[in-house]
T-cell receptor, first 111, second 112 residues
Framework: NAGVTQTPKFQVLKTGQSMTLQCAQDMNHNSMYWYRQDPGMGLRLIYYSASEGTTDKGEVPNGYNVSRLNKREFSLRLESAAPSQTSVYFC??????????FGPGTRLTVT | GEDVEQSLFLSVREGDSSVINCTYTDSSSTYLYWYKQEPGAGLQLLTYIFSNMDMKQDQRLTVLLNKKDKHLSLRIADTQTGDSAIYFCAESVASNTGKLIFGQGTTLQVKP
């Protein structure tokens, strides 16, 4: 099992550019999450998907969209990147055991 | 709303015990978690405790939960330099969504 994988690992964007962060899990988990991590602020939930076909806003959804493509994949899209979206983005998934598994992260810089 | 608070920094000597503290606000949280993050890496689940437990021990790790005071602690016995990392406390939001609220993280520095 690869667990939770994320691509890309690093990305630099110019203000106004768009991009999609990819996440996939091979643990047959129902629920998947996108967080951002900023210094001194812990992790904040952007969007989550409790099951295939559903998505809901988290704490900081503005400027982002998500797609739960199938049970394995949950993507995060920035339509028009802003410097305030410079952050480290983590994808996570959870099964029935309440253990949330995290991917390695995507480090995004918006200039 | 839900909130989780941690002190930001702790420094200990190798071989000593480390105690990292956390307070939370949602009294209906089902699970409380401790995660470890090493530099440049993702979060690794260390341990979690169900809200009806007072204590959980797992090798060098001891988790204490005071539900009355909404206080959670993580004790690491015989702290090693490899324990240097950021430790996050998290509480589950009272729903079946699996959502977690994280603290800011405590940076543990272990001096040789």
């Amino acid at each position: 099992n690869a667990g939770v994988t994320q691509t890309p690992k690093f990305q630099v964007l110019k203000t106004g550019q768009s991009m999609t962060l990819q996440c996939a899990q091979d643990m047959n988990h129902n629920s998947m999450y996108w967080y951002r991590q900023d210094p001194g602020m812990g992790l904040r939930l952007i969007y989550y998907s409790a099951s295939e076909g559903t998505t809901d806003k988290g704490e900081v959804p503005n400027g982002y969209n998500v797609s739960r493509l199938n049970k394995r994949e949950f993507s995060l899209r920035l339509e028009s990147a802003a410097p305030s979206q410079t952050s480290v983005y983590f994808c996570a998934s959870i099964g029935n055991s309440y253990e949330q598994y995290f991917g390695p992260g995507t480090r995004l810089t918006v200039t | 709303g839900e909130d989780v608070e941690q002190s930001l920094f702790l420094s200990v000597r190798e071989g000593d015990s480390s105690v990292i503290n956390c307070t939370y606000t949602d009294s209906s949280s089902t699970y409380l978690y401790w995660y470890k993050q090493e530099p440049g890496a993702g979060l690794q689940l260390l341990t979690y405790i169900f809200s009806n437990m007072d204590m959980k021990q797992d090798q060098r790790l001891t988790v204490l939960l005071n539900k009355k005071d909404k206080h959670l602690s993580l004790r690491i016995a015989d702290t090693q330099t490899g324990d240097s990392a950021i430790y996050f406390c998290a509480e589950s939001v009272a729903s079946n969504t699996g959502k977690l609220i994280f603290g800011q993280g405590t940076t543990l520095q272990v001096k040789p």
